[in-house]
Nanobody, 119 residues
Framework: VQLQASGGGLVQAGGSLRLSCAASARIINYDLKWFRQAPGKEREFVARADWNRSGTSTLYADSVKGRFTISRDNAKNTAYLQMNSLKPEDTAVYYC????????????WGQGTQVTVSS
């Protein structure tokens, strides 16, 4: 599956951005995740949205809990990351990833989108 992330940009502290991740395949077969990588730092987990017939379950890093919301639209094969109350420390390249739900559990990555939060 190919992933295309978009929606990054420059925003002032306290502002909001909505990232999108469009997939080339049906995303019901994948768990969807967002990661980020700040300059000089390792890539870190931000959020994930897993789907099954019972619905969507989500998980967040402590650093973004209560400010970020991950969602997925299976009909549009797209995942979203709504980011509110942004802080300068949220500045990073944000990557979406899709992990297959089969026995192989392969992970596919998008190209990343830059988010810059000014103080």
């Amino acid at each position: 599956v190919q992933l295309q992330a978009s929606g990054g940009g420059l925003v002032q502290a306290g502002g909001s951005l909505r990232l999108s991740c469009a997939a080339s395949a049906r995303i019901i077969n994948y768990d969807l995740k967002w990661f980020r990588q700040a300059p000089g730092k390792e890539r870190e987990f931000v959020a994930r949205a897993d789907w099954n017939r019972s619905g969507t379950s989500t998980l967040y890093a402590d650093s973004v809990k209560g400010r970020f919301t991950i969602s997925r639209d299976n009909a549009k094969n797209t995942a979203y990351l709504q980011m509110n109350s942004l802080k300068p420390e949220d500045t990073a390249v944000y990557y979406c990833a899709a992990e297959s739900r089969d026995a192989w559990r392969l992970t596919y990555w998008g190209q990343g989108t830059q988010v810059t939060v000014s103080s």
